[in-house]
Structures are given as C-alpha cells and as structure tokens.
C-alpha cells in the first residue's frame, strides 16, 4: 500500500475510532482522552541510548514537542524519571503522534547531571510510541501496525488514558 493510501487509511481509522465516544451531555468528558508520557532521561551522549545502562539525568526539563510546538512539559524527579499530562487530545494530536511528528525532548543542557559533558553539542531527544505499539511495519504491509495503532487509540479513548513512551534516546 502506497504511503499515501496508508496515511489515507490511518485518519479514517482514528476518525472512527474517535467517534465511538458516547454521544450526548457526557460526550465531552467522555471524549477527553487524556495523553501521559512516561520515560527515564539518561545522562549520556550517542545514539539509541539505553536509559537502564547509563545514569540518570534527575532533575532534567523535558517536553513532548509534536510538529516542532511544545504540547506538554515536566521536570524529571532525583532518579530521571518523568510523566508528561498532555492533557485532552484531539484528532490532530493523535495524527502527529501516529506520523512520527512528535518526540521528547530535554530541555536541560548535558552538563547538568555530568560537568564532565560540559563541552558537548547537541540535545537529548527521542522519538515517541504508543504504548505496546510496534515500530516495525508488520506482515500484512504495515496494515498490521495501523490495526495495531488504533486498537491502542480504542483503548485509550475507552480508558480516557493513552500512554506513550520514548523510544531510546540520541543527541542530536
């Protein structure tokens, strides 16, 4: 399938997924699925860091940033662990998450948690998932993800919670 037929098929699955919130004087609340994101910020420098073999980065500032705008922000506690509130999410959040536009970011710069960094370039990012997502395209020629994909939206808009998590780290 086409990448465009994909995309295609993604907005109206997540359309419909979307519009089976119940309708009426609670659809509102009910419609406020909320967005947390949950990770553990390293304090390192490379690519595809993983966070459970390096040191923690406490205390670090991090956003989720979806089509380069801030929509969330947190401060990471003493062992670099966070959660993100985005809030209520709509259909043009839930698409930037579903097309890779959205990530972590630290905001604090390296040489906070090792003086040692000091001199490094770059910032601390990461992209994001769904969480129990798969990166990977599946066997039916990525229809196997998107199905994926919106049994995760169904079940955060039944649960009124969708979380989503980083994927490793890299400084860029």
């Not at 990525?142 to 169904?154: A, D, F, P, R, T």
């Amino acid at each position: 399938m086409a990448a465009t037929n994909k995309t295609v098929l993604l907005f109206v699955l997540v359309a419909t997924a979307i519009g089976v919130a119940p309708h009426g004087a609670d659809a509102a609340a009910a419609r406020a699925v909320t967005g947390l994101v949950t990770g553990l910020v390293p304090c390192s420098t490379g690519s595809s860091i993983n966070a459970a073999s390096v040191p923690p980065f406490p205390n670090a500032g991090v956003q989720m940033v979806c089509g380069g705008r801030a929509v969330g922000s947190a401060t990471a506690d003493g062992t670099g662990a966070f959660t993100i509130n985005m809030g209520p999410l709509n259909a043009t959040m839930l698409m930037a998450m579903v097309g890779n536009q959205c990530k972590v970011v630290v905001t604090t710069p390296l040489a906070a948690c090792d003086a040692s960094l000091a001199g490094v370039a770059g910032t601390l990012m990461a992209p994001v998932q769904l969480l129990g997502g798969t990166s990977g395209t599946g066997g039916l020629g990525g229809l196997g993800s998107i199905i994926n994909l919106v049994v995760q939206i169904l079940s955060g808009l039944l649960g009124n919670i969708l979380n989503i998590v980083p994927l490793p780290f890299s400084l860029v």
